[in-house]
């Protein structure tokens, strides 16, 4: 355990970070399976809304815990899987 108060303090904020790291990790997992169940089921309107929103959670997740060519990456896949799908 940390001894001096700004070391507490720290913790603290530490835990709070990983916690709303965590979340924002689940919410896009969560996002990217919704995706991928809508083209399974040739969903196009349901599809096309869950890629708008993990575009959206994977551009916020550059400015805390997520690198930017990771995030352009995952979002470079889905859109290639959505054009897949429905380009025919």
Not at 20 to 41: D, H, V
Not at 47 to 69: C, I, P, Q, V
């Amino acid at each position: 355990m940390p001894k001096t108060k700004s070391a507490q303090k720290e913790l603290r904020k530490n835990i709070k970070r990983r916690i709303r790291n965590l979340k924002r990790k689940k919410q896009i997992k969560e996002t990217i399976k919704q995706f991928l169940i809508a083209l399974k089921n040739k969903d196009q309107e349901k599809a096309k809304e869950y890629l708008s929103l993990a575009y959206k959670y994977l551009d916020k997740a550059t400015k805390t815990f997520m690198h930017k060519n990771t995030a352009n990456r995952i979002k470079s896949k889905l859109a290639q899987k959505f054009n897949k799908a429905f380009s025919a």
